[in-house]
């Protein structure tokens, strides 16, 4: 990857740090509050518990994860599906390794235009052809040399996409330990109630205030599932169509190598008599 390309994913990478963050904030400051009652507001607590069980599960888990949660949950799932789609629009073999262009590049090495191909690889931008306009200056050099720089190259845009595919592992690794954080603070909320409450508790609140507090976790794991899945999906699969590139790639190379060397036709004989 080039350096603008290194210093824009970095900006990007910081500034989405930096919306989570502050997305983290705002859901440890909810705009309701299930865990703090006033004294006296048992009978009300349990009402509101009450007519919460009679919701269905999505408005309860929003109710639950309020403002803030909700938003950082929803801003972390838009991500993984945006992702997703870029993954699946770059990671196709027809992108990698375009029919039309190898057809084109293969009928001017025939010709032996070779000027031509060599223009081809550069106009295209297919990890096909990056690699081949790598390649074709060093066939002077010799095969290793150009299989070697085909390599580097192949190398060096498959580094980009690890990159863009790692995504996907942070989402995983970080969708429970958030939903962990929301949990955790949930139950300190409603354990600090139970230890302040004089005389009995009120069990029903208690257990609605933790049933709230258990959601962002459940959030965060159903957050999480998908991205582990795809982050094995594509790494796999990026594996895949750069072993496919690479053997294509050396094939292509050798053809050129060998139409370089083989002698220029002959002229017409008849050319000079006219």
């Not at 803030?68 to 991500?79: K, Q, T, V």
């Not at 060093?138 to 980009?160: C, H, I, P, W, Y």
């Not at 429970?176 to 603070?185: E, N, R, S």
């Not at 600090?192 to 004089?198: D, N, P, Q, R, Y």
Request: aromatic share 6%; glycine share 8%; with cysteine.
């Amino acid at each position: 990857m080039n350096h603008c390309g290194c210093r824009a994913v970095h900006h990007i990478g910081t500034k989405t740090i930096m919306l989570a963050l502050a997305l983290v904030m705002l859901a440890l400051m909810p705009v309701r509050s299930y865990a703090q009652e006033a004294e006296g507001g048992d009978a009300a607590a349990a009402a509101d518990s009450h007519k919460g069980g009679e919701d269905s599960f999505i408005v309860h888990s929003m109710k639950s994860a309020g403002v803030g949660w909700s938003l950082l949950m929803s801003f972390i799932s838009i991500g993984m599906v945006a992702l997703s789609v870029f993954l699946l629009m770059e990671l196709r073999l027809g992108v990698v390794i375009p029919p039309d262009f190898v057809e084109e590049f293969n009928n001017a090495i025939e010709a032996r235009q070779f000027q031509q191909a060599q223009q081809l690889a550069k106009d295209n931008p297919s990890w096909l052809a990056k690699s081949l306009d790598a390649a074709l200056p060093k066939l002077q050099f010799g095969m290793d040399e150009a299989s070697d720089a085909a390599t580097r190259k192949l190398d060096e845009v498959r580094a980009s996409k690890e990159l863009i595919i790692s995504f996907m592992a942070v989402i995983g690794q970080l969708g429970p330990l958030l939903g962990l954080v929301g949990t955790v603070y949930g139950m300190i909320n409603s354990f600090k109630k139970l230890g302040s409450a004089s005389g009995n508790v009120n069990t029903n609140a208690l257990a609605g205030d933790i049933s709230h507090a258990l959601v962002v976790t459940l959030m965060g794991v159903g957050v999480a599932v998908p991205a582990i899945f795809f982050f094995t999906f594509f790494s796999k699969r990026l594996v895949q169509i750069s072993t496919e590139t690479n053997n294509t790639a050396a094939d292509m190379i050798s053809r050129v190598y060998n139409a370089m060397r083989k002698p220029a036709p002959a002229q017409s004989a008849a050319a000079p008599a006219r």
